[in-house]
């Protein structure tokens, strides 16, 4: 994939996110064998020679983004359909998902990569939604992106149309599941398992699928929540929090990503940090959906005891985009404003859960989340020739505050790059957006999943 070589050279700033935070002005970055061999002022680097240079004085060098918690399948083809006050609409959202044929998750996929890339993220995670591995790989080679897949299973009743099996059988479909998907890709798949949520899994099953991912040394992802409601339940049901009953099953540990993890006491902060559990937070779905986040969110105290957190986006009906630079934004907002105190969620903070602390959420941390020698190149370059980019004194700050990923000008995976000047090569961008207006078309009168198109008349 990454046979030639490449150089970046004179970057206005390269933000290394290595462990001293080096932000490097006039900096220049070489990758060789899909690798960054070094990385350095301009001057140092200077005999280094490679295939292909990109002129960086204009560009700002950051690691490629992680997006932790990301529904790609359904939602693209309907998108923005659900009235705002329909903010979590479950029960649709399932019975489109599973109307789906393998030919529309394929065209809807191919959609959600180009948004994912051209925005700067180099890996997400799918928890369970795409039903058509086999029809998607394709489209995950010809992206070029990192992607960690897994097939959601329950064994419980739910009041959604989720896949629900034996307990055994889950297992049974995890195990088979990680043996044919792990490392393909050259290691740009990852297999997990993906169990939906505490509420609609046995405790068997859970600790089945650990024991699983804890043998093939691989994750397990699962929809966390607590809050007055969940806390009840699980208290009546299992005598725990819902954390501290992960805990008490053993579900827990650092190869353990728990997805929103809204409305968690103290205890269940102090679980998670003790048990080194990783956390993916979708800041502008907790906010979109109205919940809570000054009563319920729990970053500031995750970041704080040193939790891995990484960003998530949800889906194109929970935050509506697949922008990790207007999650970051979110995360490092919402919290300013909900505690009242311009100390909570720095701007670094927010772009390392989107980067270094994403990849080591996600477990890929030894080689990815980070612009330092011997990593994997993974880089995404932003467009500093743009009014939002001016002026520039602190990158970080425009970066957060004033930008979004419409200025992500190239994107280095694996050290091929994927987008070049604004442009990914794998698809025909108005070709593909035809097709999935038509797709959403056809599932709404397939699925009787209908809302009025707007609150405006519309002709
Ligand atoms: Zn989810």
């Not at 500031?300 to 207007?326: M, Q, T, Y």
């Not at 050290?415 to 957006?433: N, S």
Request: glycine share 8%.
């Amino acid at each position: 994939m990454a046979e030639q070589s490449l150089k970046i050279d004179h970057a206005r700033y390269v933000l290394t996110l290595d462990p001293r935070r080096r932000i490097i002005q006039d900096g220049a970055i070489l990758v060789e064998n899909g690798r960054i061999s070094r990385v350095g002022k301009a001057a140092e680097l200077q005999d280094a020679r490679a295939d292909r240079v990109i002129d960086g004085r204009h560009l700002v060098i950051v690691p490629g983004f992680f997006n932790g918690h990301m529904h790609i399948s359904y939602a693209h083809p309907v998108r923005g359909v659900f009235p705002d006050e329909q903010a979590s609409p479950l029960v649709h959202v399932f019975n489109l998902q599973s109307a789906m044929t393998e030919e529309e998750e394929y065209h809807t996929t191919l959609l959600g990569l180009v948004e994912l890339v051209r925005n700067g993220t180099v890996c997400f995670l799918d928890p369970g939604s795409t039903k058509f591995p086999d029809a998607c790989l394709q489209a995950y080679e010809d992206s070029g992106i990192r992607v960690i897949l897994g097939e959601c299973v329950t064994d419980q009743a739910a009041p959604w149309a989720l896949p629900r099996y034996p307990a055994p059988e889950a297992v049974a479909r995890t195990a088979s599941f990680l043996a044919k998907w792990h490392g393909r890709l050259d290691g740009r798949i990852r297999a997990w398992a993906m169990p939906f949520s505490p509420e609609t899994c046995s405790a068997e099953l859970l600790q089945a699928l650990k024991r699983l991912v804890d043998e093939r040394r691989s994750g397990l992802t699962l929809h966390h929540n607590s809050g007055v409601k969940a806390r009840q339940d699980s208290v009546a049901r299992h005598g725990y929090s819902p954390t501290a009953y992960l805990e008490s099953i053993g579900v827990v540990g650092p190869n353990v990503l728990l997805a929103h993890c809204l409305g968690l006491d103290e205890a269940e902060v102090d679980s998670i940090a003790r048990t080194r559990t990783a956390v993916a937070m979708c800041p502008v779905t907790a906010a979109k959906s109205g919940r809570g986040v000054p009563e319920h969110g729990r970053m500031p105290e995750l970041l704080a005891r040193g939790v891995k957190i990484a960003l998530g986006c949800d889906s194109p009906n929970n935050s509506n985009h697949l922008d990790i630079v207007r999650a970051m934004n979110m995360a490092a907002i919402q919290y300013k404003d909900a505690r009242q105190d311009l100390r909570q969620v720095p701007a670094e903070a927010a772009l390392e859960m989107a980067t270094r602390h994403g990849a080591e959420a996600l477990g890929l941390g030894d080689e990815l989340g980070s612009i330092e020698s011997g990593k994997k190149a993974d880089l995404v370059c932003f467009d500093t020739l743009r009014p939002e980019w001016q002026a520039l004194w602190n990158p970080v700050n425009n970066l957060v505050y004033s930008a979004d990923g419409r200025s992500v000008h190239t994107v280095v995976i694996d050290g091929r790059v994927v987008v070049d000047a604004y442009r990914q090569t794998f698809v025909d961008e108005p070709r593909l957006y035809a097709r999935v207006q038509e797709i959403g078309e056809r599932l709404q009168v397939r699925t009787g999943i209908r809302f009025p198109r707007s609150r405006w008349p519309m002709s």
